[in-house]
């Protein structure tokens, strides 16, 4: 299975070619490959699952709070995009456009014909004055095309539109293309964008990097390009897309700072700094980082501090360097030949010691005192992509003045910001940080959407949980007062079912006792008699044992007429009596607690009828429909005191209370009295349920 180092697999996220978790970049690039392209792109994607696209909305609160963990970490582990500062070239600059319809183009055409798999586009970077730092005039539409001397049209390999998302952005756009061989490599801007300063619309860019490994074969190599180099701005020119230096500097996240080698040149000596690289090694390229500049604004020194105008590296086998040869050799013609790292190649070449020889030193009339200087962050001698020179103290002809600045922080492999990194891996890293960094703010968004959403919840379920406590508070005192109630009536009703029952049996039993009295001389009534009172004493005596049944209704017939004139008869004997009813099938579709209340309703008021009336007679009818039940008793007696309610006994009016309906008593003109019981028959159908 085809592996990739973590620069290539960071740089497939940088480069655009998928989208990152959440949707997070949107720079999706549309490849068109070789066919050895097609085959290696499924496997790499398959070699980071991590990347696939999800919805920020199908993740949970724990997931997001892992991605935020993940990119914090992520973050402290890359490198900062820290920016320069004085003057510097800034790239190349098309000409100027009205309309953001325009061609533009640049190409870099290669040494040879080379195997690459990265191309890095730096963009140029405008200060606004708002916003602070962000890409100026890089193109919002275009496309990458690579070929070689015998392909002279080329192939798309990658391809980027407005819809990619690519910009606000101040990070390097990384495009892997594994596996492809180029002697050239071309930008095609279809859409431009326009400039800060003016509105104008421009192809603007700082450096192309053509990687082969670790390699930039695009350094210092051939450029052309659809406009001619700006006539007003030295700054800007065609050659400097390749001249290594970008805008960054190189802060890296890991490692401590160290302070550059200083050292003033008193003497006519000309200064020279030689490295024993310990045994013969082919080497093909070098790195000289240029010291770090004051903190103070303004600052005290210009940018070329310390670096000679002209200069000469040297390889050779002999520490005498008589058999020298000039590995390359550097120039400053003006400022903008200048920059944080100062990068040269050349043809490898076998050697053990390495010099450098300052031909014309730096001289700086900002520190105020005769001589030139000679300044250096590190010192790095690279062979198959090795920096071979690294904690090899070099030796120098000149005076260490200062032990913080001694020759060991030639080769520490440390700069001012902590560890020297590899170029590439300093561009994928800022390219990774500009991801993270736009994922960032949408998982916080995210997760302060799920977690205001956890709050209502929370709230509404502490509203809940409150609302069913006083729910639960009110069910049971509510249950209480049912209960106390339910008490209340079952009280009620015993004491009614036991006055109204017990006072009819009682009643019946003086009223036979009475009858005994008068038949002495007979003795088959007084038998008889006798017989019926020991019948109501035991009745009555059940009805004290059992008074749950009453509350039950237990020994109730389902014949209600029959109950009805079997009560007339017992406790009405010596009266003449009428009883008519009406609707008795609505009577008996009432459950048997009502027909016995309406029951012993009915025997309270004969009992009444008997013991206070005086009269000879009486009638009762009794008629139910579907609206209504009413029951009329009325006698012949001498009537009733009182008016209102207040002619209502108190036994009536409690039993009238437990069936639900009214009672009512009058005097008819003709004499006697008349009780009346309505029962709506909503309220008894109420009550069956």
């Known amino acids: 299975m085809t592996t990739f180092s973590y620069e290539e697999a960071d740089a497939l996220q940088c480069g655009s070619i998928v ?266 390229r070098i790195h000289l980082h240029t010291t770090e500049l004051s903190d103070t604004v303004p600052q005290t020194e210009t940018v070329d501090f310390g670096i000679p105008r002209h200069l000469v590296v040297e390889g050779g086998m002999e520490p005498d360097f008589s058999d020298a040869v000039v590995l390359t050799e550097y120039r400053m013609n003006s400022i903008f030949d200048i920059g944080p790292i100062i990068v040269r190649r050349f043809p490898e070449t076998i050697c053990r010691f390495v010099r450098m020889v300052a031909l014309e030193p ?53 700069n001012l910001y902590g560890q020297i990194i590899p170029t590439r891996r300093w561009m994928n ?19 302060n959407t799920k977690h205001e959403r956890q709050t209502t919840l929370i709230n509404r379920l502490a509203w809940l949980v409150a609302l069913l406590t006083i729910g639960i508070i009110l069910i049971i005192l509510v249950d209480r007062m049912f209960r106390m109630r339910h008490v209340t009536r079952v009280r009620e009703r015993l004491a009614a079912d036991l006055h109204d029952e017990l006072g009819a049996n009682l009643h019946t039993i003086g009223l036979l006792s009475d009858l005994a009295a008068e038949s002495g001389e007979s003795p088959d009534q007084l038998a008889t008699l006798h017989r ?28 209600f007429e029959e109950d009805m004139r079997r009560a007339s008869r017992r406790i009405m004997s010596r009266l003449e009596n009428e009883i008519t009813i009406e609707g008795l099938g609505f009577i008996d579709a009432l459950n048997r607690r009502t027909r016995y209340d309406l029951f012993l309703f009915y025997k309270e008021c004969l009992v009444n009828i008997s013991r206070h009336a005086e009269a000879t007679k009486f009638s009762t009818h009794l008629k139910a429909d579907r609206k209504l039940i009413e029951l009329v008793i009325s006698d012949n007696g001498h009537g009733i005191s009182g008016s209102g309610e207040n002619r209502v006994p108190s036994s009536l009016k409690r039993r009238a209370r437990i069936l639900g309906g009214k009672v009512n008593i009058e005097s008819p003109e003709n004499g006697g009295t008349r009780v009346t019981l309505r029962l709506p028959t909503w309220k008894l159908a109420l009550r069956r349920t």
Request: charged letters at 25%; proline letters at 5%.
């Open 19 to 284: 989208i990152l978790s959440g949707n997070i970049d949107s720079t999706t690039a549309k490849i068109s490959v070789s066919k050895a392209m097609r085959v290696i792109l499924p496997l790499l994607l398959l070699a980071l699952p991590s990347i696939a696209a999800v919805p920020l909305e199908d993740l949970s609160l724990t997931e997001l709070e892992q991605r935020l963990e993940s990119i914090d970490g992520e973050l402290e582990q890359l490198a900062s995009a820290s920016f320069q500062s004085g003057v510097g070239p800034i790239g190349f600059r098309s000409n100027t456009h009205k309309t953001s319809r325009e061609d533009e183009w640049v190409r870099v055409d290669l040494a040879q014909e080379e195997k690459i798999d990265e191309i890095v586009l730096v963009p140029s970077i405008w200060r606004d004055t708002k916003s602070g730092f962000r890409a100026d005039a890089f193109p919002t539409e275009f496309r990458i095309l690579v070929g070689t001397d015998s392909d002279s049209d080329g192939q798309v390999i990658a391809s980027f539109t407005s819809e990619d998302r690519l910009f606000p952005r101040t990070a390097p756009v990384v495009v892997p293309c594994p596996g492809t061989s180029a002697s050239w490599v071309k930008i095609e801007a279809t859409q431009l964008s326009a400039r800060a300063w003016d509105g104008l619309f421009i192809l603007q860019l700082s450096e192309i990097f053509v990687f082969s490994g670790e390699e930039n074969v695009a350094l210092r190599q051939s450029v052309s390009a659809s406009s001619p180099d700006s006539k007003f701005g030295l700054s800007r020119k065609k050659e400097y897309l390749v001249d290594g230096f970008v805008p960054y500097l190189l802060d890296a996240a890991q490692g401590e700072q160290s302070l550059a080698f200083v050292s003033e040149i008193k003497s006519a000596v000309q200064p020279t700094l030689t490295i024993d690289l310990g045994a013969p090694l082919p080497i093909n």
């Open 429 to 447: 890293e800022l390219a990774r940080r500009h991801n993270l960094e736009v994922e960032r703010p949408r998982i916080v968004s995210a997760l």
């Open 532 to 559: 019926r009172i020991r019948s109501e004493t035991e009745r009555s005596g059940r009805a004290v044992r059992h008074c749950t049944d009453m509350l039950e209704a237990v020994g109730v017939s389902n014949d």
């Open 362 to 414: 730096h001289r700086s009339d900002a520190r105020g005192v005769e001589g030139a200087q000679l300044g250096l962050a590190e010192f790095e001698i690279f062979s198959n992509s090795r920096n071979v020179a690294l904690g090899i103290v070099p030796s120098c002809n000149l005076e260490v003045v200062s032990p913080e600045r001694s020759l060991s922080a030639l080769t520490d492999g440390r």
